[in-house]
């Protein structure tokens, strides 16, 4: 008869194995499933929409996220966008011309699939209906606000929490759609205040049934937060992440709140696996915590097409 400890040690190790089993598998599945979020080469695909998505594919991604302005954006976000749209090179808003059809054939013609999109709060606020049932066309499960643009939005903590409620309520109007809320951080999320962060606020405060979030690792990083440690204490909490890397450690000069302060470490973005975070361990760990979907994201990529071989090349061996 085996002692009730020798048990209780046998159970223990055939557990963790089972894990780590279902762990290697769950990521050898997401090998086949890596993803781009196209900010990486906006300027690339506003040119050549499906010569990019072709070389995507080519190169071995299976999953696209768009980002915005569309059509069916809020007006007041489209004209703040042109702005930002002439630095960039970028001539029309997303879907650069195509009808939603065509763009879902490009999509099925080159073995892509994408699940989620980027898209602002402001449209979430004043043109949820025709943007859901639009995005809803091409198969889109998430939608996900990218940065909050306007810095009263996020003040306080009282502002975090008032958020946290406006995302519940928008998240339940998406679901009728098939699509989930999802938060993008940005890195202005971690200052502390009464013992909790902003990302803390949102995280406690939304409703896991209608909020998911997209873990950006750098940003995340850049704010002084660890993001193994939020996949940890954060379970299933994370359905989404942004992976990219850094030429040398990074923190933002201050809160992270300005944009110069995201400026100023552009520069030091790198390639997934060439720089100096532990990418598979933060990947580890985001398998066992039930992230999804993985995007490569290193944002104005210099060199997008070594970027997308490299990124590849790394990331289907991890």
């Not at 009808?99 to 043109?127: E, P, W």
């Not at 810095?151 to 008032?162: G, N, V």
């Amino acid at each position: 008869m085996i002692h009730r400890r020798k048990f209780l040690q046998i159970t223990a190790a055939t557990a963790s194995t089972l894990m780590l089993q279902d762990a290697l598998g769950f990521m050898k599945e997401k090998k086949k499933t890596l993803g781009v979020q196209l900010f990486t080469l906006p300027k690339m695909v506003s040119q050549d929409f499906k010569g990019t998505l072709k070389l995507i594919s080519d190169t071995g991604f299976r999953e696209v996220e768009f980002f915005g302005p569309y059509s069916f954006s809020a007006p007041e976000t489209i004209e703040q966008w042109k702005g930002i749209a002439t630095q960039l090179g970028i001539t029309q808003n997303a879907f650069y011309g195509y009808s939603l059809k065509d763009v879902k054939k490009i999509l099925d013609d080159l073995d892509l699939k994408s699940h989620s999109a980027h898209l602002d709060l402001g449209t979430m606020r004043n043109n949820l209906d025709p943007a859901m049932e639009s995005l809803a066309t091409l198969g889109i499960k998430y939608a996900a606000v990218p940065a909050l643009t306007n810095p009263e939005d996020r003040k306080t903590l009282d502002h975090f929490r008032r958020l946290a409620d406006e995302f519940n309520a928008i998240g339940k109007q998406m679901s009728a759609h098939g699509i989930t809320f999802v938060y993008h951080n940005h890195g202005y999320e971690h200052w502390t205040a009464d013992g909790q962060t902003p990302m803390e606020v949102l995280l406690k405060n939304t409703d896991p049934n209608f909020v998911a979030f997209e873990m950006d690792i750098f940003w995340l990083t850049a704010g002084g937060a660890d993001p193994q440690d939020f996949l940890k204490r954060y379970p299933r909490r994370f359905k989404l992440m942004h992976i990219k890397d850094a030429s040398e450690p990074i923190r933002f000069s201050g809160d992270g709140g300005t944009s110069d302060q995201w400026l100023a470490l552009f520069p030091k973005m790198a390639d997934p696996g060439s720089g100096v975070f532990d990418i598979k361990g933060i990947l580890s760990e985001a398998v066992k915590s039930g992230t999804e979907h993985f995007f490569l994201e290193r944002d104005l990529a210099p060199d997008p097409a070594a970027t997308l071989k490299n990124s590849y090349s790394y990331l289907s061996k991890v």
